[in-house]
């Protein structure tokens, strides 16, 4: 049985409360501060999201001749390009002036870099016009069962 003891609100003054309060908002107003800070400084570390192996971007159907698309490999934008002259190529989409991602220029049999009107070669990753002053890196390629897997780049991808 209760006695009227037992629920009695506990003996806080009003200046009590206050100065608690005003703690708690000094303490919460540091941490806000700090810990982007901290994160900041000491971002966490990306290991274990490594290198995965091929991964499959489609079936052979999707990428027919005189077709380009921009697919997401491992976290980095990836041209599949297929041409008569070559077949199919993976090239890194990110264009090596000042890093845009690369698209297809169907008209023109080309990859394009859209900021700076940059141009390569889909057979080759070759640099054919614009300001960009490397190839295009290729990435690994093979076809298994009808899928087109892309695996590592062979070369340095721009901001990499
Ligand atoms: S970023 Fe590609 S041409 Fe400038």
């Known amino acids: ?9 506990p003996n806080i003054s009003r200046r009590g409360f206050l100065q608690w309060l005003l703690g708690f908002s000094v303490v919460s107003t540091v941490a806000g501060i ?10 966490p ?17 999707d990428f027919p001749v005189g077709a380009g698309k921009v697919v997401p490999v491992n ?16 090239f890194s989409a990110i ?3 000042l890093g845009c991602v690369v698209d297809w220029k169907k008209e023109k ?3 394009h870099s859209p900021c700076h009107e940059g141009l390569f070669n889909p057979v080759t990753g070759a640099v054919v016009g614009g300001p ?22 062979l070369g340095q991808i721009y901001g990499a």
């Open 1 to 9: 049985m209760n006695t009227q003891s037992d629920w009695q609100t």
């Open 34 to 43: 700090l810990v982007p800070v901290i994160g900041y400084l000491w971002p």
């Open 45 to 61: 570390s990306r290991q274990g999201v490594g290198y995965q192996g091929p991964i499959p971007v489609g079936a052979v159907e």
């Open 75 to 90: 976290d980095k934008p990836v041209i599949i390009v297929n041409t008569k002259a070559g077949g199919i190529k993976a």
């Open 95 to 97: 264009c090596t002036h």
């Open 109 to 111: 049999g080309v990859i």
């Open 132 to 153: 960009p002053p490397r190839p295009l890196p290729p990435y690994e390629l093979t076809i298994k069962d009808g899928k087109v897997y892309v695996g590592k780049p």
